[in-house]
């Protein structure tokens, strides 16, 4: 599977941006999709995650109430819309696909599979 991350960029303090993922190589549908990202000196960290069905989410307790994951099966994309950006933010975004099918956006922590390049997210304060 690959997966082609995009929709970085740099952003003022409280602006939005919108990243977006396309996955290509196996049935998109059947899998759940996550964001992850790695700041400058720091471990990669779990940002947000979709289950398969898209009728699941989870979300790091740093992001909830101003981040949403969601997905479009139908063009085998998933996006992250990020609002109220903080300069804390700043990061890679990386996407991720889990290793295996029909799990939820809970387990994908546990099942993480591929990853795509990742975009820069820059948030200026």
């Known amino acids: 599977v690959q997966l082609q991350a995009s929709g970085g960029g740099l952003v003022q303090a409280g602006g939005s941006l919108r990243l977006s993922c396309v996955a290509s190589?196996?049935?998109?549908?059947?899998?759940?999709k996550g964001w992850y990202r790695q700041a400058p000196g720091k471990e990669r960290e779990f940002v947000a995650a979709?289950?398969?069905?898209?009728?699941?989410?989870h979300l790091a307790d740093s992001i909830k109430g101003r981040f949403t994951i969601s997905r479009d099966n139908t063009k085998n994309t998933v996006y992250l819309q990020m609002n109220n950006l903080k300069p804390e933010d700043t990061a890679v975004y990386f996407c991720?696909?889990?290793?295996?099918?029909?799990?939820?956006?809970?387990?994908?922590?546990?099942?993480?599979?591929?990853w795509g390049q990742g975009t820069q997210v820059t948030v200026s304060s």
């Open positions: 991720t696909t889990a290793s295996k099918p029909y799990i939820s956006a809970q387990s994908l922590m546990r099942f993480v599979g591929s």
């Open positions: 190589g196996r049935t998109f549908e059947n899998y759940a």
């Open positions: 979709i289950g398969w069905r898209g009728q699941s989410t």
